[in-house]
């Protein structure tokens, strides 16, 4: 397939995906989804590759969903949930992979790109790397609800109910991030993870993997996933004056505006 929206390159018995729309962040939109899924598949049946990292091009790991407006608008509970499916069964075909992926997080990793970082086996971050899950601030939720299994209450709740964002130190100290590397020398770190996860016997690495996954699915992670989905829905058909105000400026100025907006809008400013 000719990838336009990823990059896949495999050297040896090590793959590496790289989310590339630069120009855009990496925003993640219907294309670059559906190149992922393919790409995950193709890897996936290919028994020669044993690690896979996954990183995003320019400064960003990427900046989430991308919002920019479509030519046929969302208006039903189905369209929402036909186009949070895509989404998740595409992060879905890391979690089952055979493959040990690495998240190796360049810059901005926000949004469904965090989810994206939290369901790879481990995650590196450059020292740069900022994490955030901001959505609920413009009425939004995250479609993958997998932060409370990765993190615990407290901070699960103080970052998806404020919409706050995270530095690389943060990041390892809460758990979302294994360890922070300097930014040049990120996929070189990465790459080092990969080769020794790629000398684990094939059979040992897909059947401890799994097994690891299957305690968590025991205990509801497939349920909390299912039902973060129907959230991310309900939210998102929701009425709310602020999502209309951001979502007006978009239109208007362009996201980038509407991001503005948004920053400015939950800035402390004065004395506290």
Same mark, same amino acid.
């Given at each position: 397939?000719?990838?336009?929206?990823?990059? !896949?390159?495999?050297?040896?018995?090590? *793959?590496?995906? +790289?989310?590339?729309?630069?120009?855009?962040? #990496?925003?993640?939109?219907?294309?670059?989804? %559906?190149?992922?899924?393919?790409?995950?598949?193709?890897?996936?049946?290919? !028994?020669?590759?044993?690690?896979?990292?996954?990183?995003? =091009?320019?400064? *960003?790991?990427? =900046?989430?969903?991308?919002?920019?407006?479509?030519?046929?608008?969302?208006?039903?509970?189905?369209?929402?949930?036909?186009?949070?499916?895509?989404? #998740?069964?595409?992060?879905?075909?890391?979690?089952?992979? @055979?493959?040990?992926?690495?998240?190796?997080?360049?810059?901005?990793?926000?949004?469904?790109?965090?989810? !994206?970082?939290?369901?790879?086996?481990?995650? %590196?971050? =450059?020292? +740069?790397?900022?994490?955030?899950?901001?959505?609920?601030?413009?009425?939004?939720?995250?479609?993958?609800?997998?932060?409370?299994?990765?993190?615990?209450?407290?901070?699960? $709740?103080?970052? %998806?109910?404020?919409?706050?964002?995270?530095?690389?130190?943060?990041?390892?100290?809460?758990?979302?991030? #294994?360890?922070?590397?300097?930014?040049?020398? %990120?996929?070189?770190?990465?790459?080092?993870?990969?080769?020794?996860?790629?000398?684990?016997?094939?059979? =040992?690495?897909?059947?401890?993997?799994?097994?690891? #996954?299957?305690?968590?699915?025991?205990?509801?992670?497939?349920?909390?996933?299912?039902?973060?989905?129907?959230?991310?829905?309900?939210?998102?058909?929701?009425?709310?004056?602020?999502?209309?105000?951001?979502?007006?400026?978009?239109?208007?100025?362009?996201?980038?505006?509407?991001? $503005?907006? @948004?920053?400015?809008?939950?800035?402390?400013?004065?004395?506290?």
């Amino acid at each position: 397939m000719d990838y336009q929206a990823i990059q !896949l390159a495999i050297d040896g018995s090590i *793959a590496t995906l +790289t989310l590339n729309r630069p120009e855009k962040m #990496n925003a993640l939109d219907d294309q670059l989804l %559906l190149e992922m899924q393919h790409a995950l598949d193709s890897l996936e049946a290919n !028994l020669a590759v044993r690690a896979l990292i996954v990183t995003g =091009a320019g400064r *960003a790991f990427s =900046a989430g969903f991308d919002l920019s407006p479509r030519e046929e608008p969302f208006t039903t509970v189905q369209d929402w949930r036909e186009h949070v499916k895509l989404g #998740n069964d595409t992060w879905s075909r890391i979690w089952r992979s @055979r493959l040990p992926v690495i998240a190796a997080v360049n810059g901005f990793c926000l949004g469904g790109a965090c989810d !994206l970082s939290m369901v790879c086996d481990i995650t %590196l971050a =450059a020292d +740069t790397a900022q994490f955030g899950e901001p959505e609920i601030q413009f009425k939004s939720a995250p479609p993958y609800a997998i932060m409370p299994w990765v993190l615990g209450m407290k901070k699960t $709740k103080e970052l %998806l109910l404020t919409g706050d964002r995270v530095d690389a130190q943060e990041a390892q100290r809460i758990g979302l991030a #294994n360890r922070v590397v300097p930014a040049d020398q %990120l996929l070189a770190e990465a790459r080092r993870l990969a080769t020794k996860l790629s000398m684990i016997p094939p059979p =040992a690495m897909q059947l401890n993997k799994m097994g690891l #996954n299957r305690a968590y699915e025991m205990r509801g992670f497939q349920s909390t996933i299912d039902y973060g989905a129907e959230v991310f829905t309900l939210v998102l058909m929701a009425e709310s004056a602020e999502a209309d105000e951001f979502f007006q400026v978009a239109g208007a100025q362009g996201l980038k505006a509407a991001f $503005k907006w @948004r920053d400015a809008r939950f800035a402390l400013e004065g004395p506290q």
